[in-house]
């Protein structure tokens, strides 16, 4: 198994990135990551002092995928997250939902222990471990995207469901996919409408294979219970709307069924859900269940 240390990193998915690693299809690599604060802060004192905006939301990489060619697919099966023993959390005036609530910039400190987040003496969150920042280099047509903004690359989705156990499905636009992966949460809700999650560095295992059975133009995820289509858009009404038409579209390829039936299933079984809502693009899901889509021998990879 390869390893990567958090000191190699980008702060813009993009096509023109050196690779720092470069593994075949089906390889294990170990990554680790600093917070998306680039671990600057150490204490609430003094915090912002010194603080360089500009070094936010890193991801670990990039890694070149061998065998990765434009219109494949890089399967990345999110094997374990571990993280550190303190997480941030920053809420700030005129940031995320209720910004123009709040006046200057406030920082707290949560420790992580037994699989806990103490958020103050009378709670303990339990944790909900997972990955904020993940993708690969969008096309040259494209551009640069920064690692804090989403696209159908990946990047900054914030979907609670890219956790241990599941196994993501990303678009290749360029030679070697030029994956990474950042912005460890301890805990997060949907939304995540403060703007942070329980902000931590950590580690992550995946195993990247590339698949050339699939062609895909936004991210999808399996897990042992759902799958799921994730979309990224302008408003969040346009990214539920492209999440669910993306749901719609796939089920038609693959399931006996009209579109009329399609959306008829999806309304009864269905959920359409909120990932984030406060980075330059707002990132949906649609859910649906394993064991419906099952009934209909749904494979994702035939």
């Known amino acids: ?51 360089d905006w500009s070094k936010v939301n890193p991801a670990t990489g990039p890694i070149y995928v061998e065998e990765a060619e434009p219109l494949d697919t890089l399967k990345v099966e999110i094997l374990d997250i571990s993280v550190s023993k303190m997480g941030i959390m920053v809420s700030g005036e005129d940031e995320g939902v209720l910004g123009h609530l709040l006046k200057g910039l406030k920082v707290k400190m949560i420790p992580i222990k037994d699989d806990l987040a103490v958020f103050d003496e009378k709670l303990s969150i339990p944790l909900n471990k997972m990955i904020g920042v993940i993708g690969v280099a969008p096309s040259l047509e ?79 995820l399996l897990n042992d219970r759902n799958f799921t289509t994730i979309a990224s858009s302008e408003t969040i009404d346009a990214a539920i709307s492209k999440a669910t038409e993306n749901m719609a579209a796939m089920l038609k390829d693959k399931l006996p069924l009209s579109m009329h039936e399609i959306a008829m299933l999806l309304s009864a079984v269905g959920h359409a859900q909120v990932c984030q809502v406060v980075d330059p693009l707002k990132t949906a899901r649609f859910v649906m269940p394993m064991d419906v889509l099952k009934a209909y021998d749904f494979e994702l990879i035939d």
């Open 1 to 51: 198994m390869k390893k990567l240390k958090s000191d190699e990193y980008f702060f813009s998915f993009s096509a023109s990135n050196e690779p720092v690693l470069t593994v075949n299809s089906g390889s294990v690599v170990e990554i680790e990551t600093m917070d998306c604060f680039s671990n600057q802060i150490k204490d609430i004192s003094n915090a912002f002092e010194k603080f």
């Open 142 to 220: 494209k551009g640069d995207v920064m690692c804090g903004s989403p696209g159908s690359h990946g990047g900054n989705m914030d979907n609670l469901m890219i956790t241990s156990g599941a196994t993501l499905f990303l678009p290749i636009f360029v030679k070697g996919a030029l994956f990474g992966l950042g912005d460890l949460h301890a805990a997060m809700g949907d939304g995540e409408i403060g703007v942070t999650g329980v902000e931590v560095s950590g580690s992550v295992k995946v195993r990247l294979e590339v698949v050339k059975k699939i062609k895909i133009d936004d991210p999808l």
